[in-house]
């Protein structure tokens, strides 16, 4: 095989509740406000922003990206990822409803590459990536498995 393409939502949207939202606010003013007892305005400021930007994503809806993997690499809607800059991939099928491919990547500042596998067979994709990366188990950074708990 020399190439597999699939189409995939680049992440599950989790519907957000009331409670969701004044829990969030809550806990962003009380942070403001202390922030001000303890005269440190600018954080305050940020954390202002933050909140804001956060609310306004947070209703975003996923868009459907397309994944492939070539002789070149992984592209992953315009983003290539050539097997030179990747270290090794993990397929995790341990939860049920969402099957990923793990990718160790060099770069520091994004070290692992979590892609959604939707429609396509785990094991040609994995027959794949071992043309040009050793396997290697992987697990999901922590902040990513807690912002999924969050609903993002």
Do not use: C
């Not at 071992?130 to 902040?143: A, G, I, R, V, Y």
Request: glycine share 2%; no cysteine; aromatic share 12%.
């Amino acid at each position: 095989m020399e190439k597999i393409s699939w189409k995939a939502l680049e992440y599950k949207k989790k519907e957000k509740t009331a409670d969701w939202y004044w829990a969030v606010i809550i806990i962003v003013i009380s942070m403001v406000i202390i922030s001000l007892i303890l005269h440190d305005a600018l954080f305050a400021f940020l954390l202002i922003i933050a909140i804001t930007s956060l609310l306004f994503f947070s209703n975003k809806d996923p868009k459907m990206i397309e994944i492939s993997i070539d002789k070149r690499g992984i592209i992953i809607d315009k983003d290539m990822y050539p097997f030179v800059n990747l270290e090794a991939f993990w397929i995790d099928i341990s939860d049920e409803k969402n099957h990923k491919i793990l990718i160790n990547s060099k770069k520091a500042f994004l070290p692992i590459i979590s892609i959604p596998l939707e429609e396509y067979h785990h094991m040609d994709i994995r027959d794949l990536l071992l043309e040009f990366l050793p396997e290697k188990e992987m697990h999901e950074p922590l902040s990513q498995k807690i912002m999924e708990k969050l609903g993002f």
